[in-house]
């Protein structure tokens, strides 16, 4: 993704945004940092100190120096372009022909369009007006139809013939007139977009099947069967120059099937696996994925879509600004590197965080943290905000903050396109604000995080207990799941909510050889993601599912996404969407299931109770002093920190009790034997925005308060887990005397001890 693109409209961003060319990088090596600034700046590379809210504690292992300003600018928009064009000379007939789906309207839109706005007497395109108005134009002449339906199937053919234009929807000519001499425009052949200056733009929002362009005039005889084929049919006949049937599925070539040898670059990535107007959801299972129900690559019906978005953009294409070697000796953990500056005569502090893990050849130390950087950087919403002086407070649900410039994209996993198009990729070379480790998240006036400023917790507790460990990143599992193997015990920490199936067999791996696993995570193992060949697009698949009668009348909690049958990956055919709907629930793995959420008040955060007062874990080789019925994971008193809220998890025997309708087709899994729940994680007060959710995640209701389960789990396939099953949970550690005493038991248990 990161070769050069052909003349974009191009935006420059006030202020300072900035990445790095890894999402983590050993020690002892080297990382690049692309920055643009409209602001002279200060560089640096720190490591993080053990104060969240004093950055002078951090130390400094590169002082970079005074920096000038140097904007690089970003180009939006996702199109293909086609190197060889119409061919020279008059145009005496040509029909342009596509399947079309716009998603919303507000711009002028480009569909297929060889043609520049400057350039008046020449160029053919097909158009969608600020109105959703469908415009042929041809030279000077314009024929305009009817508005287009948003988020509706059209079927769109355009006909130039003897000097005469006419336009058709699903099969019936809607328009016709008279048309002047025209000639094809010097422009590139583009769908999806047009020219303007020689620059690309007028960006299509909509999805876009079997597009074709004939060197002919389709008359009602051909275009009454192409419109009833649904666009399954690659065009065929005399005079064809180009069509573009799409089944690629991923990548940026696509091929032409003519013959005609016009071949297109997919620009910006756009989003593939898009199903077509034939498509039938019913035909895709919602709750498994069992053998022989459905395979998206043998359904003939579902059609080859590629959907477009006028702020599609996974990669910033920014020259490296400043390069760093890490120490050998820099401690594992999240290091940054730091920009200061002053925007609008204020001062702004720009950290970009790095996961640095130990040294290639170095020695493992018998922990392993994970950092939970697939979920910094699903959360990414306004990778361009604009900047603010002191930590930033990122809304609920990921919500974007201010924008530094109004046509910057400021989508993510939970916040979908500008005209709605939901968001299935997130691009590892833009910058991610909300990961800088001071951030808050919501509920705001809480002091929570779910980012690095919580994983901190963890890390400043294990150094002030003296433990060695090492730290990774979510994508390192994936590129080495068994890294695990080097390790006596595993951490999985702060939201670990987004994994890779590299990564979840590797954890299941680890486990069956007989490792260990500490879970101070909620909502954890949730969403299946997967990475591109090189690593730098993330991919996942969140879909709305349709409901059957009994659910009809059920409040419902999906996060927002796209048609039911969409969860199939571009990046390897396989399905996405939740894991437990993958047939591989992550209770198999860890003994908890996402059950719920609440963020929408600081008095939402409940705390655990115990249980089992008489488990080993609350008294050897430390006695936490807790008893049946205690409360802990909270500050003194019962004050914030408290560890649940956010989000929570469940073991399956609960999650039964809580589900009292089985959905046709689906099947709720088994108890899983030997699980012990040490304590409760409750919260007696509901709050303004709670979800609780049963195994097919429908609405459902807290059973008196409670909300997370903390459990000790030695596994009948191997491998000992201990789950806290709440976000939060790594929040009170240092806060809560019990609790940490808690966690040195389980480490002594699992073979860790102190330095």
Known sequence: MSAGIPPHRAIALPGLHAYASAVSVAAGEAIGFHVSSSVPYRFSFCALGPDADDASRDPVLHAGGEHPARVQAIHPGSYVHIERGLPEGALEALTLECWLMPWGFGERQAVIAQCDDEVADEGVGLFIEADGTLVLRLGRSRLSGPALAPRQWAHLVAVLHQGHLSLWI????????????????????????????????????????????????????????????????????????????????????????????????????????????????????????????????????????????????????????????????????????????????????????????????????????????????????????????????????????????????????????????????????????????DAFYAPEGSGFSQGPRLERCLHRWLDAQGYAYDVVSDLDLHRDPGLLRRYRSVVINGHSEYWSAPAFEGLDAYLRGGGSAVVLSGNSLYWRVSFDEDATVMEQRKTLTPADDHEAALDKHAAPGGVHGEQYHSQDGERGG??????????????????????????????????????????????????????????????????????????????????????????????????????????????RLDAYLDFF????????????????????????VFNAGAVGASWVLGADEAFGALLRNVLHHFGVEPA
């Open 170 to 437: 699903d099969g019936r000519r809607v328009a016709q007139g008279a048309a002047g001499p025209g000639r094809p425009g010097r422009a590139a052949l583009r769908l999806g977009a047009a020219s303007a200056g020689g620059v690309a733009t007028h960006f299509l929002d909509a999805d876009l099947v079997m597009p074709a362009l004939y060197g002919r005039a389709l008359g009602a005889a051909e275009i009454a069967p192409r419109c009833a084929q649904r666009g399954q049919q690659a065009a065929q006949g005399p005079g064809l120059l180009a069509c573009w049937p799409l089944s690629e599925q991923r990548g940026e070539r696509i091929a032409d099937a003519s013959g005609q040898g016009r071949h297109g670059r997919l620009i910006n990535h756009g989003t593939w696996m898009i199903v077509g107007p034939a498509f039938d959801p019913a035909r895709v299972p919602r709750f498994s994925r069992r053998e022989g129900e459905y395979a998206a690559a043998s359904d003939r019906l579902r059609g080859h879509g590629l959907r477009l978005a006028s702020d599609d953009l996974v990669d910033c294409r920014w020259a490296e600004s400043h390069r760093v070697t890490v120490p050998r000796g820099a401690k594992p953990g999240i290091h940054v590197g730091r920009f200061e500056c002053e925007v609008d005569g204020r001062p702004v502090r720009y950290d970009v965080s790095v996961v640095v893990r130990p040294a290639a050849d170095a020695a493992p130390a018998p922990l392993l943290v994970l950092c939970a950087t697939n979920s910094w950087r699903a959360y990414a919403a306004s990778p361009f905000a604009r900047n603010v002086s002191g930590a930033a407070h990122w809304p609920r649900r990921a919500a974007p903050l201010p924008n530094s410039h109004p046509d910057a994209p400021e989508y993510n996993h939970y916040t979908p396109h500008r005209k709605g198009q939901p968001t299935y990729y997130a691009g590892l070379r833009l910058p991610w604000p909300n990961a800088a480790p």
């Open 578 to 687: 939740l894991w437990r709907f993958n047939d591989r629930s992550c209770s198999d793995l860890i003994g908890l299931e996402t059950a719920g959420w609440a963020f929408a008040d600081a008095a939402d955060f409940g705390v655990y109770r115990v249980r089992d007062a008489g488990h080993f874990l609350f008294h050897r080789p430390h006695e936490t002093g807790l008893r049946a019925g205690d409360s802990f994971g909270h500050g003194p008193g019962g004050a914030l920190p408290r560890a649940i809220g956010h989000e929570w998890d469940l073991s399956i025997a609960t999650l039964r009790r809580m589900t009292h309708h089985i959905p046709r087709g689906a099947e709720l899994p088994r108890d899983h034997p030997g699980l012990q729940v040490l304590a409760e994680g409750v919260r007696r007060v509901p709050g």
């Open 697 to 720: 995640e429908g609405a459902t209701q807290s059973l008196d308060g409670l909300s997370a389960e903390m459990v000790y789990w030695e596994r009948p396939q191997g491998g000992r």
